[in-house]
């Protein structure tokens, strides 16, 4: 049971072996430093690396990862042929070609699908797919493609992966534990899914194509409030999650998001998660099932888990809720790791969906979480620049016990090479006895296992669910604080409640007594008045002492405060802020209502159109509430009018 990884560091690249004994025992060796190295990536199947060296950005070197020796070197061209597209092993070049822009949803521009059977490009109005063949021919051209699919207004696109002709047994018997339905017949071709936002109050679409040797449209779907789209495919194709997300909302600064389910083999699709239910977290398929897992809602976050091979209208059961917002399944599909981690604490829950229980439960805040290709432990790592300082790999064991910890100066990234078939299969079965040997907890039954963190150094939130700040309050002594006041203002008189006497006002300062004095001298009235206006100040405040002690004795005897001159503008003030208040909710509850009118006269409604359209009579209902209230406080203020 061993892994390899990358590290990434600031001085370049450092290969870990991870290997775990049957003991439990975790031992990490590094075997390899390669000094100024930028950026690395694993291929797909484990047997390629590429990197990219700090000297020279315009190169990339791929070797074997095996032995390290590196195969070829590809170097970059400059503009107008910026993007060239070359075949791995035989350092082939496919074509060369123009790329003029690189948006987040635009890359990468050249696409496959999962068994490289058909690539697909996105240009104007339309979305070309060329085939395998084409592309090993020597006379292929970018301009002819095999199929073209008109999307007009299209945004991004998403080809499927497809399933694999043959498998191991292991992983069989895994997609035979789906539901009864994993092992159905693969479908013909592999799909290709395309988004187009909505457009001058078009909705947003969705549009799925089977690629074959013709392509025909299988499932569409439309969308409202949906200005961007992701799209995460079963590991088969035949259905995918699509996550669409909008800026302009009232519920949160940053956006709203919804989630649905759609089927490539037949007309079904439907929403799991409205706008009004909260944000859409994470959501991640099972890696060789049709389950999956969504984490949804302000925090703390639920987690659901579905079964896809059916109709998903409701989750085969529920996680709970907690601080946490990532899911990461694990390699094997056994385990779904459900962790919070970059701004949350770090909690991490172990589950076994299959079992509904939990194997094991830690704290480590980190920036990232990922399993080991093994599947037999997962790390989390604190990484630069998100932190400066404390970057380093922690080890865990399934049940949450830190194995191991190594520290790093700067730390970038972290990455498990992926596993062959023959080593996958291996591994597969060594986790089996593994999760044979361990206990499973019932739901927050689970103890939290030793080496875990439970002082977070990073973030907003504690251990306990509560935010840091929430803590420090609660230990003060006092009142709680109220709002926000500036510094000018922290130090001005309270607000007294109506009816109250005044306090004595603070008699005039020692500059202000100069001034007068040197007023009164030029006057001619010499130091005489200056005396008589000071003794006129002592009568004063005398007389504003007995009349605060006679108020503070009525007080003690249960009289009702006599109300003054001064506390009647107070009192006005409050009344009129609270008529202005109640003004601007009847000015809210009036433009919702004359936006239902204005759908109740359309057909195509949506969900969330027929609720609003729903609301009509409660809303009139508040209305009339507020509008006696405001009608009332008039009263009040203006009693002569009523005359």
């Known amino acids: 049971m061993q892994s390899e990884l990358i590290a990434l560091t600031r001085d370049g690249l450092e290969l870990y072996n991870a290997s775990l004994d049957n003991t439990g025992a975790l031992t990490v060796d590094k075997i390899k430093t390669i000094e100024g190295v930028e950026s690395a990536e694993w291929s797909p199947q484990g047997d390629l690396v590429a990197l990219l060296r700090s000297s020279s950005r315009q190169k990339v070197d791929v070797l074997d990862a095996d032995t390290w020796e590196v195969l070829h070197s590809f170097e970059g061209h400059r503009c107008p042929e910026n993007l060239r597209l070359v075949e791995a092993r035989s350092a082939r070049e496919v074509l060369r070609m123009p790329q003029r822009s690189v948006g987040e949803l635009s890359w990468p521009p050249l696409r496959w699908t999962g068994g490289e059977s058909f690539m697909c490009r996105m240009v104007k109005d339309s979305v070309h797919v060329f085939t395998r063949e084409s592309l090993d021919s020597p006379n292929f051209s970018i301009n002819h493609p095999a199929l073209r699919i008109p999307a007009a207004g299209a945004s991004a696109f998403f080809p499927s992966p497809e399933r694999p002709n043959t498998t191991s047994c292991t992983a069989e018997k895994e997609r035979g534990k789906d539901g009864g339905n994993s092992t159905q017949a693969s479908p013909q071709g592999p799909y290709c899914a395309i988004f187009s936002k909505e457009v001058k109050g078009a909705p947003a679409s969705l549009e799925i194509y089977a690629l074959g040797a013709e392509a025909s449209c299988v499932a569409k779907k439309s969308f409202y409030q949906a200005q961007e789209a992701e799209c995460h495919w079963a590991y088969d194709g035949r259905a995918v999650l699509v996550k669409t997300h909008t800026d302009a909302s009232d519920l949160t600064y940053y956006g709203s998001s919804a989630l649905y389910f759609l089927k490539s083999q037949g007309p079904y699709d439907t929403r799991l998660v409205a706008p009004e239910e909260g944000p859409v977290h994470a959501s991640i398929w099972s890696p060789s099932t049709l389950e999956f897992a969504v984490c949804y809602g302000k925090v703390p976050a639920t987690v659901a888990v579905y079964d896809g091979s059916g109709k998903a209208t409701s989750p085969k059961f529920r996680l709970g809720e907690g601080m946490r917002t990532s899911l990461q399944f694990c390699p094997f599909s056994k385990l779904l790791l459900w962790g919070g981690f970059g701004n949350l604490a770090g909690e991490v829950e172990v589950w076994a969906p299959r079992k509904k229980g939990i194997l094991g439960k830690t704290v480590s805040p980190s920036a990232v979480c990922e399993w080991a290709s093994c599947g037999c432990f997962f790390v989390t790592a604190n990484i630069s620049p998100r932190l400066r300082v404390d970057n380093r790999i922690c080890f865990f064991s399934l049940s949450g016990a830190l194995l191991k910890r190594v520290e790093?100066?700067?730390?970038?990234?972290?990455?498990?090479?992926?596993?062959?078939?023959?080593?996958?299969?291996?591994?597969?079965?060594?986790?089996?006895?593994?999760?044979?040997?361990?206990?499973?907890?019932?739901?927050?039954?689970a103890p939290l296992a030793p080496g875990a963190e439970c002082a977070p150094k990073i973030g907003n939130?504690?251990?306990?669910?509560?935010?840091?700040?929430?803590?420090?309050?609660?230990?003060?002594?006092?009142?709680?604080?109220?709002?926000?006041?500036?510094?000018?203002?922290?130090?001005?008189?309270?607000?007294?409640?109506?009816?109250?006497?005044?306090?004595?006002?603070?008699?005039p300062s020692k500059s202000s007594k100069k001034r007068q004095n040197r007023k009164n001298k030029q006057a001619g009235q010499g130091d005489g008045q200056a005396d008589a206006e000071q003794g006129t100040h002592a009568e004063q405040k005398t007389a504003k002492d007995q009349a605060q002690t006679a108020t503070q004795n009525d007080q003690q005897e249960g009289k009702p405060p006599v109300a003054t001159a001064s506390s009647e503008p107070k009192e006005n003030e409050a009344k009129d802020s609270i008529a202005e208040e109640l003004r601007k909710s009847i000015r809210a509850i009036k433009k919702k209502l004359t936006e239902i009118e204005r759908l109740k006269g359309r057909n195509d409604l949506n969900d969330m159109q027929k609720v609003k359209v729903g609301s009509e009579e409660s809303l009139r209902t508040e209305l009339s509430k507020l509008e006696t209230q405001l009608k009332s406080l008039k009263d009040e203020q203006h009693p002569d009018s009523l005359t």
Do not use: D
């Open 408 to 445: 790093f100066p700067c730390l970038y990234s972290v990455q498990f090479r992926p596993l062959h078939a023959p080593a996958a299969a291996a591994a597969a079965e060594a986790q089996k006895n593994l999760l044979e040997s361990l206990k499973i907890y019932e739901p927050n039954k």
């Open 461 to 507: 939130f504690s251990s306990t669910g509560r935010s840091l700040s929430s803590l420090t309050q609660s230990k003060q002594a006092g009142a709680p604080p109220g709002a926000y006041k500036p510094p000018m203002a922290r130090t001005a008189c309270p607000r007294l409640p109506p009816g109250a006497a005044e306090p004595p006002a603070a008699g």
